[in-house]
């Protein structure tokens, strides 16, 4: 049901947005009078298309909550997007903040939002409310943002509209919103195949391992993905500190992602018994063979579309995700079709397409070689194949004991710092950020 309504309600919040706030922080504005004109069109417009998108969904609801294969939920769907107008309403101050670089104000709202679950979530998950209290708690979430964030920020929302202007913005925009619809039917193609081709059982060992990766992986990249975007979009003029950055960006996400992505892989089943319980014991493969691969496409394919918008170049996102999606689709209706076990290998797979794909463009449109690419992230890569080789030994001999897997995971850690201290980057890294920091 949580998976449901996610995902309707994703698809909803990108439409509100309507790319605008990625126009807002690549586009370069003779003055600010410039910026709050646009910033004044997009508001507006999000609230526009935010109000009624949330009347379709309460209108179809039945019929979208039978669609996406859980009938009987369409009530929860219409209360969940809410959520639409509220992140509609902070979202272009949002933009603001992130084209100024000003991740020091953001950073106190977020830590707000987080602690919404502590007061909502928690309290009413305990008394029984179920998926509810998920629902409840994400709408308190929005908002406390959408308040803070307007209190916060030196822009706000006055009465001025521009068609020319919206012509204008929508000609980037239009395309952004594209891309994010691609990479939003890339995210759920799978649910939609999973829910048609297996049943329920098969939908939660796929879907629940997928949401644990993810939510791992988000603290790096929803943290460094907005920076990445907002500092390449003022590096647009020059060329080679714009390469020169990303190639030092992707060095530092590297040195935690991989490893990462390797340790899930290698624990996978004491992970899962760990976070889930054993009754999720089908549900390993799953879990260790997306993180491997979210690992690796974190690094090698995921950043590449904040170069593409970052020059201004949309739609090579677009194409990039439309013949990832070409490849997948057809893979995973056919993998499903041979079993659970054949879907989860097959789907990871072929991801490595997308990253293929993406590194042919990227080095195309902003001349970022993956010769390149791999020299510069060869102390963490190589760090992360040694640990995971050890990692594979102490799991086979260690078996399911929690206390030798714990000490298997510790020692995994003492091997990846000490194979990286190997290499000259590996050792300034640490200095820096470990024993700099301490």
Known sequence: MVATVTMV??????????????????????NNDDLYHSADVAFWTNIGISFGLWAGFALFRDEIAALVGSPGLGFPIAVACASLPLTSFSSIQLALYRRRLDFKTIMPVRVATALVPFIVTVPLALAGAGFWSLICGTIAGNVVTALALTALSPWKPRSYYSRALLQEMFAFSGWSLLEAIAIWATSWAGTFVVGNLLDAYHLGLYRQPMTL??????????????????????????????????????????????????????????????????????????????GLSTGIMVVFGHYC?????????PRTSLLCQCVYMCAMVPTLYVSASAGFNQLVVAN?????????????????????????????????????????????????????????NSMAIIACVIVYVLVTLLFPEGRAFLKKNVLGRL
């Open 348 to 404: 990871s797979a072929v991801r490595f397409v997308g990253v293929l794909v993406d590194q042919i463009m990227v080095g195309r449109i902003a001349d970022i070689r993956f010769s390149r690419i791999l020299l510069g992230v060869r102390t963490p890569l190589i760090g992360s194949f040694i640990m995971g080789a050890v990692g594979l030994l102490f799991v086979a001999w260690a078996g399911g004991s929690w206390l030798f």
């Open 9 to 30: 309600t994703s698809f909803a919040d990108m439409f509100s947005d309507s790319g605008f706030q990625k126009y807002l922080v690549q586009h370069e504005f003779e």
């Open 213 to 290: 990766v993810n939510s791992a992986f988000n603290l790096i990249t929803n943290a460094t993905t907005p920076v990445l975007f907002s500092s390449l979009s003022r590096l647009q003029d020059s060329m080679e500190e714009f390469r020169s950055f990303f190639y030092r960006f992707q060095f530092n996400v590297a040195m935690f992602v991989l490893p990462l992505g390797f340790g899930i892989y290698c624990f996978r089943d004491f992970l899962i018994d760990l976070l889930l319980g054993s009754q999720w014991h089908d549900a390993a493969l799953m879990l260790g063979c997306w």
């Open 305 to 313: 579309s904040e170069v593409f918008r970052a020059v201004g170049k």
